[in-house]
């Protein structure tokens, strides 16, 4: 569906996302791949066709695109195959050539903003007393708020992500 797709590996700073309301999980994930993905449950086909062609954003649908889009709106469009978003997700990653490394856990999974260092004096009062014990990084979103860090957590979406998109998992 999509026209011409770059060879190069597209960096989570180079490639826009406007998902589709059929596909919140996906669009979860790409954010956590640190990809600008904006979604919206209340965003009509209509609007969200115009977000994409103002903002230069690549559409992610699930529904019939032949009835939903017009033709010539078409170019900017994937078509997901699957329901499953981890199946989705590997889609996304290698038909468009993602770079799924990078980026990873650099923007909120909530709000879509990039997130940014702060210093772990700011977030005392808003984290577990254990975690601000243990950890010395902290992170928080631009846009919400979110308070984030990379614990025990962080190495297990490392994992499920490797898992997900076949790299390094033996017989795949």
Avoid at 92 to 112: A, F, I, K, Q
Avoid at 125 to 136: I, L
Wanted: proline content about 5%; glycine content about 8%.
């Amino acid at each position: 569906m999509i026209e011409s797709m770059p060879d190069q590996l597209n960096t989570p700073h180079t490639i826009r996302f406007a998902v589709d309301r059929m596909l919140g999980r996906l669009a979860r994930m790409l954010r956590m791949l640190g990809y600008d993905a904006f979604y919206s449950q209340q965003v009509s086909p209509e609007e969200l066709r115009g977000l994409a062609q103002r903002d230069g954003r690549l559409i992610l649908t699930r529904g019939e695109v032949e009835r939903r889009f017009p033709k010539a709106a078409r170019t900017n469009i994937l078509s997901i195959r699957s329901e499953s978003p981890p199946e989705q997700l590997r889609q996304v990653v290698d038909e468009l050539h993602l770079d799924w490394e990078s980026g990873l856990c650099t923007r909120c999974t909530e709000c879509n903003t990039e997130i940014v260092g702060v210093e772990k004096g700011e977030v005392e009062s808003e984290v577990p007393p254990r975690v601000f014990q243990a950890y010395s990084e902290f992170y928080r979103c631009r846009g919400c708020g979110r308070v984030y860090w990379r614990g025990s957590h962080f190495e297990r979406i490392k994992k499920n992500l490797e898992l997900i998109l076949k790299r390094g998992v033996p017989g795949t």
